[in-house]
């Protein structure tokens, strides 16, 4: 009986490290845990925390969730591994405190939840939720399709109040640095 479960745990290691040397936008899609399952793994750890953000990327040769929550006086972000589901590391991010001070606020009063407004944008957008954040008065949800979207959402009515092409898929940790060259 332990052989098969040994099997079967060596061909999901063997097949997320084949998704490894795939494009960002295909281990997105590979992925068996999908943004709103991650943000649910991320809270189950931070029970305290207010999601404020969250999102898919590419770090070096390994995909990852990175969700950042407001835990009192803190910013915690938590990373989960898309194919396990599990958390594998939590850090405390200084920086982004009044950010997510702002963001779980105009949150407070918002019409709906991050998860709601991640299933509206994926309905609308007709793909996958890959990254979640809030800005002034809205909430904008990146959706990979067969290239990727911008839903923007209107905080107070809970409507899509824009949608436009980005042309961009998952980022690669770094890149954005690069786009200034």
């Known amino acids: 009986l332990t052989l098969p479960l040994v099997t079967l745990a060596l061909l999901a290691f063997g097949c997320a490290d084949e998704g490894a ?13 999908d943004l709103a399952g991650a943000i649910a793994v991320a809270q189950q750890a931070e029970p ?6 969250a999102e898919f990327e590419q770090r070096g040769d390994k995909a990852i969730y990175e ?22 590391a939590t850090e405390v991010d200084p920086e982004d405190l009044e950010e997510a001070r702002a963001s779980a606020s105009a949150l407070a009063g918002a ?6 407004a991640i299933a509206l944008a994926e309905r609308e957008a007709k793909g996958e939720a890959f990254e979640v954040e809030v800005g002034e008065g809205v909430i904008e ?3 990979l ?3 990727s979207k911008i839903v923007v959402i209107d905080l107070a009515e809970g409507s899509v109040k824009a949608m436009r092409d980005e042309g961009e898929g998952v980022e690669v940790e770094g890149d954005e640095e690069d786009d200034d060259d």
């Open 48 to 53: 305290e925390g207010r999601v404020v953000e």
């Open 21 to 33: 040397s795939s494009s960002p936008d295909d281990a997105l899609r590979s992925a068996r845990l």
């Open 145 to 147: 399709d067969a290239g």
């Open 141 to 143: 949800v990146m959706v």
């Open 67 to 88: 969700v950042a929550l407001l835990v009192g006086d803190e910013v915690r972000e938590v990373s989960v591994d898309p194919d396990r589901g599990v958390v594998i």
């Open 111 to 116: 019409k709906l939840s991050l998860l709601d």
